[in-house]
């Protein structure tokens, strides 16, 4: 869970300096735990209502892979342990891409179900985005990524 790697203080530190911005959207929003830390505005997108009940944080119901917002609209995408639970992670990337114009914070759990999936979704990410930082944690993959054009 994403919540116990954030609590690593190297992690956290590397996470909030890539966040200078209110207009933050978090997909896999979930109860919105793990992103209380962040000091800013989080928009939390979950296909789950019952999880989106309980986040503070402003909500919208949706899935990764069809993104309810416009080109270019966000500043940063948070996509925290979730990008393995898309039926299409490969499509929700091309999504994040749409529709955030500068800065990704993409974390892939290690001890996925399918490894040979997991294995994919970081070539992709390292394919698809300009990876700044990569940060191997105990139990995740994190990527602080940014458009390959910036």
């Known amino acids: 869970m ?3 790697v954030l609590l690593d203080r190297a992690v956290k530190i590397n996470c909030c300096q890539f966040i200078n911005t209110t207009n933050t959207h978090k997909l896999g929003g979930g109860s919105g735990v793990s992103v209380e830390f962040f000091k800013c505005t989080i928009f939390g997108l979950d296909p789950a209502r019952e999880l989106l009940r309980r ?6 119901h ?3 892979e069809s993104l309810p917002f416009r080109d270019q609209s966000v500043d940063i995408i948070l996509c925290l342990t979730a990008l393995h639970n898309f039926s299409d992670p490969f499509q929700g990337l091309e999504e994040m891409k749409r529709v955030c114009r500068d800065r ?18 970081c070539k992709a990410i390292k394919t698809m985005f300009k990876v700044e930082k990569e940060l191997d944690d105990l139990h995740d993959y994190i990527y602080l990524c940014r ?3 910036k």
């Open 2 to 4: 994403l919540v116990r």
């Open 55 to 60: 986040n503070k944080s402003n909500v919208v």
């Open 62 to 64: 949706g899935r990764g």
């Open 104 to 121: 990704f914070i993409i974390t892939v759990l290690k001890k996925s179900v399918n490894a040979e999936r997991t294995e994919s979704i």
């Open 147 to 149: 458009h390959l054009d």
